[in-house]
């Protein structure tokens, strides 16, 4: 085989074979909801398969899934936004019952690097509560971002219109 056409096929399948991995999964308290965080590195457009769930006293109870049923119960007292790199729960109502380990399952369509698996275990009593300026920063466009914050430039004299 030419050397160059193997060096092509080598190259082509570890790309590929590195499409997806789970970057960090982190979790804190948003009022009274927990908001977990699974970020993900993606080198791919395909199609995210997600599944969340807790493991709690030897069983797994799946929260928010595009992979597996959910519990009817949790599913109703979560929500999930998906954005570029992160898929975030928010379960609402969050107790002492609710705590235990929670998994962020992630698997891309055509990946050949199978599901990737975090967990995470979570104790009511030991969550931060979460940063408002990484959730201002999350939600907002930096356009808006940058027009709210003219002001305080403008107080500084930092920018002069």
């Known amino acids: 085989m030419n050397p160059t ?6 190259l082509t399948v570890l790309q590929v074979t590195h499409c997806q991995r789970i970057k960090e999964l982190s979790a804190c308290l948003l009022g009274q909801n927990l908001r977990v965080d699974c970020r993900y590195e993606n080198k791919t457009s395909n199609f995210l398969n997600y599944d ?10 799946v ?8 519990e009817t119960g949790l599913k109703l007292r979560s929500n999930i936004t998906l954005s ?18 929670y998994i962020c399952e992630l698997k891309i369509t055509n ?3 199978g599901n990737q698996i975090r967990n995470i275990t979570v104790i009511k009593d030991k969550l931060e509560k979460c940063a408002g300026i990484s959730l201002l920063i999350q939600n907002t466009s930096w356009v ?7 002001p305080l430039l403008q107080a500084v ?5």
Do not use: H, P
């Open 5 to 10: 056409i193997s060096i092509a096929v080598i």
């Open 52 to 61: 969340f769930s807790m493991f709690k006293e030897n069983r797994k109870r």
């Open 63 to 70: 929260i928010q899934s595009n992979l597996n049923v959910a």
């Open 84 to 101: 570029k790199d992160m898929v975030c729960l928010q379960l609402f109502d969050f107790t002492t019952a609710d705590e235990g380990i």
């Open 111 to 113: 990946d050949y690097t």
């Open 144 to 150: 808006l971002l940058l027009l709210l914050s003219l």
């Open 157 to 161: 004299d930092f920018v002069s219109l």
